[in-house]
């Protein structure tokens, strides 16, 4: 008995005029396109259930385990901080230690990329370290200040003061407020699991990004390096790169330090990477000595620089960094106001860009490195609030830095708790050496920042490759590399996105379908071909490798025009005259619907003819596209087949539209007019989606058509995949085969049995055939170990291409030739 919400929503549809009948499946006295005319009531077999609206609620919308499983997530600490052990804390020890002594000189030299004090990026990197631990999904990424963002952060400083006002609002109080409405967002993301959205980010773009930045970077710390002045370093790289050729005489002592400290940097990487290939079981050791070569560099230059300006403080021979406040003199609650947001507003995509971008692409390399996997999402959430709290001690943006995760990493890091020693390092630089930091020279922090970005150049060998994997993407990288070169960073990272994604919509919008042919192949091993029939018991018995005695002949399709890389001397061609195979290579949706259909009617119309070419009675009956001969001649004879059937292979496509479908339907009308008074048979294979079923069965696909044609009573047959429940290498399943191949091929070469025209007795003939099938008969599918492997409500669709093939060609004689 129906229930009552069941009565409920029959009875609105009959209201409002809804047919919920309308396809007519099981066969009822209306007969329309595209439905099944047999009754699966006596057949004892599997009939598959099409999913559900409120199936589908129930797959994604959450329950409680899920509420709890989320809000667990969110604190991902909690799933190992009870086994911290000892040996974990002495990994994270030396990797914390070493992390810091890295840390405190590049984030007081990025501090001035973005415009600000040194004391700021001390702040951003305590903050960024012990904050991050408590979200982190990745032991070895380190927050704090980085160069890319850090240039940014600058641009952002300067653009919203000049329109708020030199003076008016400080610079601190900008990158501040920048840092909680860019953190705001990402945190937003994070917590609606919106991770996935880095991925439309290629490689080739954050290639190019780094690269473009890390030239930008490099080319404008050259004359803070060299001591010359008179020009702005902030213009498009190629203008600073050109002042600095025309203002090369400037330079001044501070030179001296700053080209001695890139080439020290330079020179003990190498010493120790080469002691490191020569002497390998000290390797270790050379790799400390390598990661602290910036504070052994900056220690000897603070001494030099203290003994060339201890008599002058007031007024240094040599440029040094200055007075760096003790403790936290910039802890305050920040001072946001909409003037400032408004200021700021159209440079906070590329904000976000970036630091989305640098953190979960190193995230991701990384983990994949170091064999674990992180949550991009929960990555979000844990770079988003760290910059939302910073600021209350002074911090500006931050995000994941590429040198220092690299060196965490080669450290040994064990858990995400490193961070925390590494705030501990900075904590103490904050109280204990600000004294020290006036002597800094500017012109040696030029140099670390030029040396850390170089890193972050692709190298050639690496666009080499990238030529060989996707040469029409290398174009995009040298575009962003470009435009940042010559314009800003930020018009780079918009011109490499918005070229990423536009490549992509030209891949989906223009995707070609092939058109397949069958091929028989054997499988060689050796010298000899592997064939089931030529083994004997023995040899299968006592065979070893699973390949050996299976059967090795078997049919493959392949593209017709052999654009798939397939030896061309292999002669393919249409399975059958009028039957044609079509694989869709890309996902089958509104934006390529248009362009597949385009090419597969384009080849119907091409390889096959009308079926009744005296459909048009007169001249004026034909279409304007089809005029036919002219006066007084008569239509040549056309060799060509009849369409009979069309096979679509779905292994590519997953989820479907209404358009797609409209689109498909569109053409089956066009397609059967033209298979006039015959209709075209639609078989699909692969079809791996329940939803894309059920919207294929709601457009009249996947069930049989009847003909009525007094001249023509054939009977439609079907033909169903069937498997094995249990037993496949049993010798009952082997006999089995052996029977059923033996019953496929006697009912092969048997014309199809022809008694009844009405829809009626194709109905009452197919049940026949169903009860009588030693395939699907329930005593014997019960006996004997075998079900189908598809719903039987579904004729017409096929688990492959190869049941899809045989089921056209067993009907295909039913068709006019």
Same mark, same amino acid.
């Given at each position: 008995?129906?229930?009552?919400?069941?009565?409920?929503?029959?009875?609105?549809?009959? !209201?409002?005029?809804?047919?919920?009948?309308?396809?007519?499946?099981?066969?009822?006295?209306?007969?329309?396109?595209?439905?099944?005319?047999?009754?699966?009531?006596?057949?004892?077999?599997?009939?598959?259930?099409?999913?559900?609206?409120?199936?589908?609620?129930?797959?994604?919308?959450?329950?409680?385990?899920?509420?709890?499983?989320?809000?667990?997530?969110?604190?991902?600490?909690?799933?190992?901080?009870?086994?911290?052990?000892?040996?974990?804390?002495?990994?994270?020890?030396?990797?914390?230690?070493?992390?810091?002594?890295?840390?405190? @000189?590049?984030?007081?030299?990025?501090?001035?990329?973005?415009?600000?004090?040194?004391?700021?990026?001390?702040?951003?990197?305590?903050?960024?370290?012990?904050?991050?631990?408590?979200?982190?999904?990745?032991?070895?990424?380190?927050?704090?200040?980085?160069?890319?963002?850090?240039?940014?952060?600058?641009?952002?400083?300067?653009?919203?003061?000049?329109?708020?006002?030199?003076?008016?609002?400080?610079?601190?109080?900008?990158?501040?407020?920048?840092?909680?409405?860019?953190?705001?967002?990402? !945190?937003?993301?994070?917590?609606?699991?919106?991770?996935?959205?880095?991925?439309?980010?290629?490689?080739?773009?954050?290639?190019?990004?780094?690269?473009?930045?890390?030239?930008?970077?490099?080319?404008?710390?050259?004359?803070?390096?060299?001591?010359?002045?008179?020009?702005?370093?902030?213009?498009?790289?190629?203008?600073?790169?050109?002042?600095?050729?025309?203002?090369?005489?400037?330079?001044?002592?501070?030179?001296?330090?700053?080209?001695?400290?890139?080439?020290?940097?330079?020179?003990?990487?190498?010493?120790?990477?080469?002691?490191?290939?020569?002497?390998?079981?000290?390797?270790? $050791?050379?790799?400390?000595?390598?990661?602290?070569?910036?504070?052994?560099?900056?220690?000897?230059?603070?001494?030099?620089?203290?003994?060339?300006?201890?008599?002058?403080?007031?007024?240094?021979?040599?440029?040094?960094?200055?007075?760096?406040?003790?403790?936290?003199?910039? *802890?305050?609650?920040?001072?946001?106001?909409?003037?400032?947001?408004?200021?700021?507003?159209?440079?906070?995509?590329?904000?976000?860009?970036?630091?989305?971008?640098?953190?979960?692409?190193?995230?991701?390399?990384?983990?994949?490195?170091?064999?674990?996997?992180?949550?991009?999402?929960?990555?979000?959430?844990?770079?988003?609030?760290?910059?939302?709290?910073?600021?209350?001690?002074? *911090?500006?943006?931050?995000?994941?830095?590429?040198?220092?995760?690299?060196?965490?990493?080669?450290?040994?890091?064990?858990?995400? =708790?490193?961070?925390?020693?590494?705030?501990?390092?900075? $904590?103490?630089?904050?109280?204990?050496?600000?004294?020290?930091?006036?002597?800094?020279?500017?012109?040696?922090?030029?140099?670390?920042?030029?040396?850390?970005?170089?890193?972050?150049?692709?190298?050639?060998?690496?666009?080499?490759?990238?030529?060989?994997?996707?040469?029409?993407?290398?174009?995009?990288?040298?575009?962003?590399?470009?435009?940042?070169?010559?314009?800003?960073?930020?018009?780079?990272?918009?011109?490499?996105?918005?070229?990423?994604?536009?490549?992509? $919509?030209?891949?989906?919008?223009?995707?070609?379908?092939? =058109?397949?042919?069958?091929?028989?192949?054997?499988?060689?091993?050796?010298?000899?071909?592997?064939?089931?029939?030529?083994?004997?018991?023995?040899?299968?018995?006592?065979?070893?490798?699973?390949?050996?005695?299976?059967?090795?002949?078997?049919?493959? =399709?392949?593209?017709?025009?052999?654009?798939?890389?397939?030896?061309?001397?292999?002669?393919?061609?249409?399975?059958?005259?009028?039957?044609?195979?079509?694989?869709?290579?890309?996902?089958?949706?509104? @934006?390529?619907?248009?362009?597949?259909?385009?090419?597969?009617?384009?080849?119907?119309?091409?390889?096959?003819?009308?079926?009744?070419?005296?459909?048009?009675?007169?001249?004026?009956?034909?279409?304007?596209?089809?005029?036919?001969?002219?006066?007084?001649?008569?239509?040549?004879?056309?060799?060509?087949?009849?369409?009979?059937?069309?096979?679509?292979?779905?292994?590519?496509?997953?989820?479907?539209?209404?358009?797609?479908?409209?689109?498909?339907?569109? !053409?089956?009308?066009?397609?059967?007019?033209?298979?006039?008074?015959?209709?075209?048979?639609?078989?699909?294979?692969?079809?791996?989606?329940?939803?894309?079923?059920?919207?294929?069965?709601?457009?009249?696909?996947?069930?049989?058509?009847?003909?009525?044609?007094?001249?023509?009573?054939?009977?439609?047959?079907?033909?169903?995949?069937?498997?094995?429940?249990?037993?496949?290498?049993?010798?009952?399943?082997?006999?089995?085969?052996?029977?059923?191949?033996?019953?496929?091929?006697?009912?092969?070469?048997?014309?199809?049995?022809?008694?009844?025209?009405?829809?009626?007795?194709?109905?009452?003939?197919?049940?026949?055939?169903?009860?009588?099938?030693?395939?699907?008969?329930?005593?014997?599918?019960?006996?004997?170990?075998?079900?189908?492997?598809?719903?039987?409500?579904?004729?017409?669709?096929?688990?492959?291409?190869?049941?899809?093939?045989?089921?056209?060609?067993?009907?295909?004689?039913?068709?006019?030739?």
């Amino acid at each position: 008995m129906a229930s009552t919400s069941t009565k409920i929503g029959h009875g609105l549809a009959k !209201v409002l005029g809804i047919d919920l009948n309308y396809r007519n499946e099981t066969g009822s006295d209306r007969v329309t396109r595209g439905e099944s005319l047999f009754s699966i009531d006596s057949a004892d077999t599997y009939v598959e259930h099409e999913p559900t609206t409120l199936e589908w609620l129930r797959e994604y919308a959450p329950n409680g385990r899920d509420i709890a499983r989320y809000f667990s997530s969110l604190f991902p600490f909690l799933q190992w901080i009870t086994r911290y052990n000892v040996q974990w804390l002495t990994g994270d020890l030396v990797a914390g230690i070493t992390v810091g002594c890295v840390v405190i @000189p590049q984030s007081m030299a990025y501090a001035k990329l973005a415009n600000l004090s040194p004391e700021f990026g001390l702040y951003s990197s305590f903050m960024g370290v012990l904050i991050y631990w408590f979200f982190a999904t990745s032991k070895d990424i380190t927050i704090g200040p980085v160069a890319v963002l850090s240039t940014v952060t600058g641009n952002v400083v300067l653009s919203a003061e000049a329109k708020l006002g030199k003076g008016v609002v400080s610079r601190d109080v900008i990158a501040s407020s920048l840092a909680i409405v860019a953190g705001s967002i990402v !945190v937003f993301m994070g917590l609606t699991r919106l991770g996935f959205i880095v991925d439309v980010i290629s490689l080739a773009a954050i290639s190019a990004f780094m690269t473009g930045s890390a030239l930008s970077i490099a080319v404008g710390q050259i004359p803070t390096m060299m001591g010359i002045t008179g020009f702005s370093t902030r213009d498009p790289t190629y203008r600073v790169f050109i002042n600095i050729l025309k203002h090369l005489g400037r330079s001044n002592l501070n030179a001296a330090f700053g080209l001695t400290a890139l080439f020290l940097l330079y020179f003990i990487r190498y010493i120790c990477s080469f002691c490191a290939r020569r002497f390998p079981k000290k390797s270790k $050791l050379f790799f400390f000595l390598s990661t602290l070569r910036t504070a052994f560099v900056l220690l000897l230059y603070i001494l030099i620089s203290y003994l060339v300006n201890r008599n002058h403080r007031s007024k240094p021979k040599v440029s040094v960094l200055g007075v760096v406040p003790r403790g936290f003199k910039h *802890a305050r609650v920040p001072h946001i106001t909409t003037d400032i947001i408004s200021a700021f507003a159209s440079e906070l995509p590329s904000t976000v860009i970036v630091l989305l971008i640098e953190h979960i692409s190193i995230a991701k390399s990384f983990g994949r490195v170091n064999n674990y996997i992180i949550n991009p999402s929960q990555e979000l959430v844990a770079i988003g609030v760290t910059n939302c709290i910073g600021p209350f001690l002074g *911090a500006y943006p931050a995000t994941g830095s590429f040198s220092r995760t690299a060196i965490k990493s080669k450290a040994g890091v064990r858990t995400p =708790f490193a961070g925390v020693i590494t705030g501990i390092i900075v $904590l103490l630089a904050i109280y204990a050496l600000p004294a020290m930091f006036f002597y800094i020279p500017n012109a040696s922090l030029a140099a670390v920042i030029i040396h850390a970005v170089g890193d972050l150049i692709t190298p050639p060998n690496v666009v080499y490759q990238f030529w060989r994997v996707s040469p029409i993407e290398v174009p995009i990288f040298f575009a962003g590399v470009l435009v940042t070169v010559f314009s800003t960073i930020e018009n780079g990272i918009y011109t490499t996105v918005v070229c990423s994604f536009v490549l992509y $919509l030209f891949r989906l919008f223009k995707a070609d379908g092939k =058109f397949l042919g069958k091929a028989k192949i054997h499988s060689v091993v050796g010298d000899h071909l592997l064939d089931r029939s030529n083994n004997s018991k023995e040899e299968v018995a006592t065979r070893k490798s699973p390949t050996e005695g299976e059967k090795s002949v078997r049919n493959i =399709f392949l593209p017709i025009d052999h654009n798939d890389g397939t030896n061309p001397s292999i002669e393919l061609e249409d399975p059958y005259p009028g039957i044609f195979i079509y694989r869709f290579s890309e996902a089958f949706n509104y @934006p390529n619907a248009n362009h597949y259909l385009d090419q597969l009617t384009e080849t119907v119309f091409r390889k096959t003819r009308r079926t009744n070419p005296a459909a048009y009675g007169r001249p004026g009956d034909r279409p304007w596209n089809d005029p036919g001969p002219r006066s007084g001649q008569k239509e040549e004879h056309d060799n060509r087949p009849t369409l009979k059937a069309i096979i679509l292979d779905f292994s590519a496509v997953n989820n479907i539209d209404i358009t797609s479908i409209q689109n498909l339907i569109d !053409v089956r009308n066009q397609l059967d007019k033209y298979a006039a008074p015959d209709t075209v048979d639609w078989h699909f294979a692969h079809v791996s989606n329940r939803w894309t079923k059920r919207a294929l069965a709601a457009s009249g696909f996947g069930y049989y058509t009847p003909e009525h044609d007094a001249n023509n009573p054939t009977r439609w047959k079907p033909i169903f995949s069937v498997a094995e429940l249990a037993g496949a290498n049993s010798s009952a399943a082997e006999a089995q085969a052996r029977a059923q191949r033996k019953d496929l091929s006697q009912a092969r070469s048997n014309d199809i049995e022809a008694h009844h025209s009405s829809s009626s007795s194709d109905a009452g003939s197919f049940n026949k055939n169903l009860e009588t099938s030693k395939a699907y008969e329930g005593a014997s599918v019960k006996a004997r170990g075998i079900a189908v492997v598809q719903g039987l409500n579904r004729p017409l669709f096929h688990i492959d291409i190869t049941s899809a093939l045989e089921s056209a060609l067993a009907n295909s004689s039913r068709k006019s030739h």
